[in-house]
């Protein structure tokens, strides 16, 4: 749901000015020769300048992983497919840990590093555009000793680790093309010593052990960005169940989760319930499996990773929430299924999923969603910062604000009193199988809505999107409400929804919990905890 901001292996600008060497520094190979041109360093996110690169699309991953939780080593073989988009002399993967060997199309290509997490690949031949190219990585090393900006996006556990952060993870585990807009599939096989356990995306194929080691052996068939997927080694609890519909559900819960462990069951044991609910929401579930894990990890927010998310214990201090599942599970359709283009486009995934919140209150009885939308507004005065960030486009310090949910949800409230239950509930419905398995941005939700409505809806969406300031009108006057006179004080505040505590509660969700560079410091501290500038 709400992601832990920090983006992992960020680096500037200026790092897509670098000419890196073509001369190899970590293996053999030779040089491009004739034909080609490198591939970019970067996918061009205006954002996060140097993630992701250019000049390729993956379509498959697979990863080989062998993990020792006592010492926190992972060494891998990670294998690639990809097509060429142009005539490549050298190509970028972002990764951070130590490379042994690279392969390209079965033959042993050059490579060097640059930057913090730029491995340069140059194989010994050109590759040509539109062909298909394999690439084998052979790599080893200790995740939470890689610091990237001065963080790891690795959580250490005391009986293992765990990845899981937003908008970046990748790089401290596995070689990828680390942007939302190259997804793809993934079989992610890890071995642990007996009696630990491996929990990733997707369905369990199978399970073997040999010589004190057991391999788990995972798949996700389904396009999948690579933020999202995740890898979980520790000592867990596991529970497994089907859906009405056949699909496997799989749970897991640190065996230490202490207090927290009632709760956090409570609420995860319900995905499957709120799955079925959200179905009749947004359209038939997108992906081949379903679940959630709780770790034991100090930190206070959950994440999205696709078709089972991770949870932190501090989400149910207080007791079971399952508004946070219904959260994260909103993000498989918005988010997961539908990425964005670029990160300036979080609106996309996190205004949704945090509606589906307000839908779910609805339904419980707990308040309406306009109730909610009127508490919302309402809670703040107009001079408040909160109303100063944009979601359509907050900018990479702002990009997981809380405006970015709460003010992001109201545009939609104030949407559905625009065009009308019917055609608002269609769009909802019709916006993940349009985009379904692709990428999408606030621009094509707007047209999209516009098409479906018959109404031109620009004002509205700039109004709530993009201007620094509150709107003069409350959500409800769409709906006939009479507004507040400007500059009032004796108008009566909305009563609070009992539901808004239990919603609220989850707003640590996009406290990911690291230090920040590049000025992209959200009020999140190495500890976890939050600045709470906006009377939270």
Same mark, same amino acid.
């Given at each position: 749901?709400?992601?832990?901001?920090?983006?992992?292996?960020?680096?500037?600008?200026?790092?897509?000015?670098?000419?890196?060497?073509s001369?190899?520094?970590?293996?053999?190979?030779?040089?491009?020769?004739?034909g080609g041109?490198?591939?970019?360093?970067?996918?061009?996110?205006?954002?996060?300048?140097?993630?992701? $690169?250019?000049?390729?699309?993956?379509?498959?991953?697979?990863?080989?992983?062998?993990?020792?939780?006592?010492?926190?080593?992972?060494?891998g073989?990670?294998?690639?497919?990809?097509?060429?988009? =142009?005539?490549?002399?050298?190509?970028?993967?972002?990764?951070?840990?130590?490379?042994?060997?690279?392969?390209? $199309?079965?033959?042993?290509?050059?490579?060097?590093?640059?930057?913090?997490?730029?491995?340069?690949?140059?194989?010994?031949?050109?590759?040509?555009?539109?062909?298909?190219?394999?690439?084998?990585?052979?790599?080893?090393?200790?995740?939470?000793?890689?610091?990237?900006?001065?963080w790891?996006?690795?959580?250490?556990?005391?009986?293992?680790?765990?990845?899981? %952060?937003?908008?970046?993870?990748?790089?401290?585990?596995?070689?990828?093309?680390?942007?939302?807009?190259?997804?793809?599939?993934?079989?992610?096989?890890?071995?642990?010593?007996?009696?630990?356990?491996?929990?990733?995306?997707?369905?369990?194929?199978?399970?073997?052990?040999?010589?004190?080691?057991?391999?788990?052996?995972?798949?996700?068939?389904?396009?999948?960005?690579?933020?999202?997927?995740?890898?979980?080694?520790?000592?867990?609890?596991?529970?497994?169940?089907?859906?009405? $519909?056949?699909?496997?559900?799989?749970n897991?819960?640190?065996?230490?989760?202490?207090?927290?462990?009632?709760?956090?069951?409570?609420?995860?044991?319900?995905?499957?319930?709120?799955?079925?609910?959200l179905?009749?929401?947004?359209?038939?579930?997108?992906?081949?499996?379903?679940?959630?894990?709780?770790?034991?990890?100090?930190?206070?927010?959950?994440?999205?990773? =696709?078709?089972?998310?991770?949870?932190?214990?501090?989400?149910?201090?207080?007791?079971?929430?399952?508004?946070?599942?219904?959260?994260?599970?909103?993000?498989?359709?918005?988010?997961d299924?539908?990425?964005?283009?670029?990160?300036?486009?979080?609106?996309?995934?996190?205004?949704?999923?945090?509606?589906?919140?307000?839908?779910?209150?609805?339904?419980?009885?707990?308040?309406?969603? %306009?109730?909610?939308?009127?508490?919302?507004?309402?809670l703040?005065?107009?001079?408040?910062?909160?109303?100063?960030?944009?979601p359509?486009?907050?900018?990479?310090?702002?990009?997981?604000?809380?405006?970015?949910?709460?003010?992001?949800?109201?545009?939609?409230?104030?949407?559905?009193?625009?065009?009308?239950?019917?055609?608002?509930?269609?769009?909802?419905?019709?916006?993940?199988?349009?985009?379904?398995?692709?990428?999408?941005?606030?621009?094509?939700?707007?047209?999209?809505?516009?098409?479906?409505?018959?109404?031109?809806?620009?004002?509205?969406?700039?109004?709530?999107?993009?201007?620094?300031?509150?709107?003069?009108?409350?959500?409800?006057?769409?709906?006939?409400a009479?507004?507040?006179?400007?500059?009032?004080?004796?108008?009566?505040?909305?009563?609070?929804?009992r539901?808004?505590?239990?919603?609220?509660?989850?707003?640590?969700?996009?406290?990911?919990?690291?230090?920040?560079?590049?000025?992209?410091?959200?009020?999140?501290?190495?500890?976890?905890?939050?600045?709470?500038?906006?009377?939270?």
């Amino acid at each position: 749901m709400h992601r832990g901001l920090l983006v992992a292996g960020v680096l500037s600008a200026s790092l897509l000015l670098l000419v890196p060497a073509s001369a190899a520094a970590g293996g053999p190979g030779g040089s491009p020769g004739d034909g080609g041109a490198p591939g970019a360093p970067g996918a061009g996110d205006p954002y996060y300048p140097a993630s992701g $690169n250019g000049g390729y699309d993956v379509s498959h991953y697979d990863l080989r992983l062998k993990y020792r939780p006592a010492t926190d080593l992972l060494e891998g073989t990670a294998t690639i497919i990809a097509t060429a988009l =142009q005539d490549l002399s050298r190509f970028n993967l972002d990764f951070g840990l130590t490379v042994s060997e690279v392969r390209v $199309n079965g033959r042993e290509a050059a490579f060097t590093r640059s930057g913090d997490h730029e491995l340069e690949i140059t194989p010994v031949t050109p590759l040509r555009k539109n062909r298909t190219v394999s690439v084998v990585v052979r790599y080893a090393g200790k995740p939470s000793e890689l610091k990237i900006g001065g963080w790891t996006a690795w959580h250490r556990t005391p009986d293992g680790g765990v990845a899981a %952060q937003e908008p970046a993870s990748a790089v401290w585990w596995f070689p990828s093309n680390d942007h939302p807009l190259d997804k793809a599939t993934f079989d992610i096989s890890v071995a642990v010593p007996d009696g630990t356990q491996a929990i990733s995306n997707g369905v369990l194929r199978s399970r073997s052990s040999r010589l004190g080691w057991t391999r788990w052996n995972w798949r996700s068939d389904r396009p999948q960005a690579t933020y999202l997927a995740t890898l979980a080694v520790g000592r867990f609890d596991i529970t497994t169940d089907t859906t009405a $519909n056949g699909l496997p559900v799989l749970n897991a819960y640190s065996k230490d989760l202490g207090d927290h462990a009632g709760a956090a069951r409570a609420s995860v044991e319900r995905t499957a319930e709120v799955v079925e609910w959200l179905e009749g929401v947004f359209g038939p579930y997108p992906f081949n499996a379903l679940g959630g894990y709780v770790p034991n990890v100090p930190s206070g927010y959950a994440l999205e990773t =696709q078709t089972r998310p991770f949870y932190s214990p501090r989400q149910f201090a207080a007791g079971a929430n399952v508004s946070v599942v219904v959260h994260e599970m909103a993000h498989q359709w918005y988010g997961d299924s539908v990425s964005v283009k670029g990160w300036k486009d979080i609106w996309i995934n996190e205004g949704f999923a945090r509606y589906s919140q307000w839908l779910w209150s609805e339904k419980e009885g707990e308040g309406t969603a %306009q109730e909610l939308a009127d508490h919302v507004y309402a809670l703040r005065p107009a001079d408040d910062p909160f109303w100063t960030v944009k979601p359509g486009d907050p900018g990479p310090d702002k990009q997981f604000d809380l405006a970015v949910y709460d003010r992001g949800a109201l545009a939609l409230q104030v949407l559905r009193n625009k065009i009308g239950d019917e055609d608002f509930f269609a769009v909802l419905r019709g916006w993940p199988a349009e985009y379904a398995d692709g990428n999408a941005s606030v621009g094509d939700f707007v047209e999209y809505a516009e098409k479906i409505s018959g109404e031109q809806l620009a004002a509205l969406f700039d109004t709530w999107l993009y201007e620094p300031s509150k709107p003069a009108l409350s959500p409800g006057a769409a709906a006939g409400a009479a507004p507040a006179p400007r500059g009032a004080r004796s108008w009566a505040r909305p009563a609070e929804p009992r539901s808004y505590r239990k919603i609220a509660a989850t707003d640590t969700v996009h406290d990911h919990g690291h230090g920040h560079t590049q000025g992209r410091d959200n009020g999140r501290h190495q500890d976890g905890s939050q600045d709470r500038s906006q009377g939270r």
